[in-house]
């Protein structure tokens, strides 16, 4: 048997996949990557394909950069961990000083972790010790919105509301308060054209800010993704959505916590979100991106107000009990270094500008075809939704993976995506040329044209 074969044989057997239904995955082919090159992942048959999704949305400057293989390879000639609990290492002291630099203003604490479940579940952690600390301990609940995504682990679960995903695990959550998605109530209130004005946004704060003023004293955060539902298929905030929710936990003395986990490192345009919408969270979780898509971590910053309420003498115990083997690796702060250095040398976010303007142009395309009920698009990512009956708005049914059949025809184009459900994402690297996206786009088309009819 070929070496490959054989790899194909065992990944079936023995490789549990994530977010995958093992039974399908095992009947059909998959890509096996080798190697990377710029936007693009080849296969170890040969095959290129470009990557359509930044490898799940993190990667930022393309595969295989030589500076960002040099940076870690630089660490590793040196050393490649050492354990951050009660020791520091170079890399990871540089990395904390870089991202309060480049965060909004008044985030001057930055807690590392492995990926963004994990920042968000000490997010989640710390606001609820801090209230404590404070002697508030009737601040113990979190705000939430329906369709959030925030990761896998029980505590990021807990303050989830995607449904297929979280439902199952109730019993094993804890209790929030549940404010409805913005985009879905945005259009429930004002329809599609119209959901992502301000005017909407009013009406969807009259009701946020009625219910906070009714829970607010035991309200410890409110916890979001930034400006943007990812997960849940790309349904962006209304226009000036997140600022009055920095208002309103302002107005409250309720902690924002804001999850930058997807649109951090200039996915939204800018180098955050937060600072695209001119907000100040008190609580950042940072993830993905951050080392440019190539090695595991995340982070999450607080404000010095946070901070100092765990300070103490160490018999009062009010230290943060937190922390993992691999917290602060070195060679992965490292990378994320270069990975925030190569913004400034390469100009990326410049150069990102013209081609969100090519996507917000060309998206207008996918409307016209018969089986796209709407397009999304919050800075370089995008979702096409694809139903069964546009007029009578009806979904496909869910077991016909009607997306997934849109992505195995993109990849006869050489593409690679992973469609959110019948959503087809479009989230290349910020690194993607013009006409690359151009390709993307037109490969979209056609290939839903394939699947769907027209
Ligand atoms: N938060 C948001 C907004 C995300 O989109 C994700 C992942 O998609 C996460 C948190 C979880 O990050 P990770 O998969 O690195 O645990």
Known sequence: ??????????????????????????????????????????????????????????????????????????????????TTLGASNIPAIKLAKKLVDITPEGLNKVFYSEDGSEAMEIAIKIAYHYWHNKGMKEKNKFITLSEAYHGDTIGSVSVGGINIFHEKYRP????????????????????????????????????????????????????????????????????????????????YNILMIVDEVATGFGRSGKMFACIKEDVKPDIMA??????GGYLPLAATLTTDEIFNEFLGEFGEAKHFYHGHTYTGNPVAC????????????????????????????????FLELNHVIDVRQYGFMAGVELVKDKEKKQPYPYGERTGFKVAKAMLKRGIWVRPLGDVMVIMPPLSTTEEELDYFLDSLKESIIEVCGN
């Open 1 to 82: 048997m070929e070496d490959k074969e054989i790899l194909k044989q065992w990944d079936k057997e023995y490789f549990w996949h994530p977010f995958t239904q093992m039974k399908v995955y095992r009947e059909e082919d998959n890509v096996i990557v080798e190697r990377g090159e710029g936007n693009y992942i080849i296969d170890i048959y040969g095959n290129k394909y470009f990557d359509g999704v930044s490898s799940l949305w993190c990667n930022v400057h393309g595969h295989n950069h030589p500076k960002l293989n040099q940076a870690i390879c630089e660490q590793v000639n040196k050393i490649s961990h050492f």
């Open 172 to 251: 094993l959550l804890f209790d929030i308060y549940k404010l409805p998605s913005p985009y879905l109530q945005a259009v429930k209130l004002a329809g599609r054209e119209k959901a992502l004005m301000e005017e909407t946004t009013k009406k969807l704060i009259e009701e946020v800010e009625e219910f906070v003023f009714r829970h607010h004293q035991t309200v410890a955060g409110f916890v979001l993704e930034a400006g943007v539902q990812g997960a849940a298929g790309i349904l962006p905030f209304p226009k000036g959505y997140l600022k009055e929710i920095e208002r309103i936990c302002r107005e």
């Open 286 to 291: 940072l993830g993905k991106g951050i080392t």
């Open 334 to 365: 490292n990378v994320a270094l270069a990975n925030i250095q190569l913004f400034e040398e390469e100009k990326t976010l410049e150069k990102l500008q013209p081609k969100i303007k090519l996507l917000e142009e060309r998206l207008k395309e």
